[in-house]
């Protein structure tokens, strides 16, 4: 078991590749030349207008801006044969006591569906937070191990949900393939350090896609917290995942086996950045097309990358190396 609370840290910065053009010395004093090699990618999900979801489109239906800036998609694949490394983020703050049991049996469920099917390499780590953030189960394809600890949950305290996307996200970051972050809360938070935006800009550094499910414990807007619902709907819009809002239920079990469904009908783009017009933020607007105007595509709204008159090390964070073997994981 692992606990952390959050403490400033500052920009972590990666290389990026230059070459240095070797001149005679009777030519003119040699020069540098950076080489932009970053694979940006975004995982992008489509439906049609009754909200079904379209999983036979071809790299020619869809069209990527970078900063406004048309982008050749240099890499397209349909992502199920891609490993899943999942964050279940668990609300055990005490307004969810009353629910707690029922939400933790969904949960298996949710993970039963996952890790039975699908890439036998998909990985599921369960976090927990009140006013602290614990990660009870590192990452594991051993669905039993997960359901053990669902079971032993209890609700007390305050909710330091942001503390918790942040440090899912920063444990995230550094593996390979698809990465999710599924968030089973009342909404709200009340004890984290982390912002909303800096929980936000982790999660986009490391790629990942949100998924809250905000449980609706009563049917009417009193006494609702519906600021904390805007905010993980605004954070799950910039990532590409989306938020629900289910009863405890069938409706909560309905909304986990959407996100099942969703995970196993997505696409993934990269690019190399081209030409991008860059502005004084790290901070890139990405936009993902389809050519076809009845669908709506879901994706990431951006990436950290080049600045005008910066070094452009930030974009490194955001790259893939196809090259870079994966991590050993629990088993």
């Not at 006591?97 to 569906?113: C, H, I, Q, T, V």
């Not at 440090?167 to 938070?189: P, Q």
């Not at 008159?309 to 870079?324: D, Q």
Request: hydrophobic fraction near 35%; aromatic fraction near 8%; glycine fraction near 8%.
């Amino acid at each position: 078991m692992f606990r952390w609370r959050i403490k400033p840290r500052g920009d972590r910065w990666l290389a990026v590749v230059w070459l240095a053009a070797v001149w005679p010395a009777a030519a003119q004093p040699p020069t540098t030349i950076r080489v932009n090699v970053n694979l940006v990618h975004a995982i992008a999900t489509v439906k049609n207008q009754s909200g079904q979801l379209v999983g036979s489109l071809q790299k020619e239906d869809f069209e990527l801006y970078d900063n406004g800036s048309h982008q050749e998609i240099a890499v397209f694949e349909r992502t199920t044969a891609q490993p899943l490394s999942v964050a279940l983020l668990m609300d055990i703050s005490g307004s969810t006591a009353k629910e707690l049991k029922y939400e933790g049996e969904s949960a298996s469920r949710f993970l039963r569906a996952l890790l039975s099917e699908g890439n036998p390499d998909d990985v599921v780590s369960l976090y927990t937070f009140n006013y602290e953030v614990r990660q009870v189960k590192n990452f594991t394809h051993n669905y039993k191990s997960l359901e053990d600890r669902l079971k032993l949950l209890h609700g007390e305290a305050g909710t330091a949900m942001y503390d918790a996307i942040y440090l899912a996200a920063r444990d995230l970051e550094s593996r390979d393939g698809r990465k999710v972050i599924v968030v089973v809360t009342d909404g709200g938070d009340t004890f984290s350090k982390a912002t909303l935006k800096e929980a936000l800009e982790q999660s986009q550094l490391a790629d990942a896609v949100i998924y809250p499910i905000v449980v609706l414990p009563i049917t009417n807007d009193a006494g609702r917290n519906v600021g904390g619902e805007n905010a993980l709907k605004y954070i799950a819009d910039g990532t590409g995942g989306r938020c629900q809002y289910p009863a405890v239920g069938a409706d909560l079990d309905r909304a986990f086996n959407d996100i099942v469904t969703e995970l196993r009908t997505q696409y993934l783009l990269g690019f190399y950045p081209q030409n991008v017009p860059l502005t004084k933020s790290r901070f890139h607007k990405l936009e993902i097309r389809v050519k076809r105007p009845e669908l709506r595509v879901s994706a990431r709204n951006g990436y950290y990358g080049d600045s005008e008159g910066g070094s452009g090390a930030a974009g490194a964070r955001t790259s893939v190396a196809p090259e870079r073997k994966s991590k050993p994981h629990e088993r």
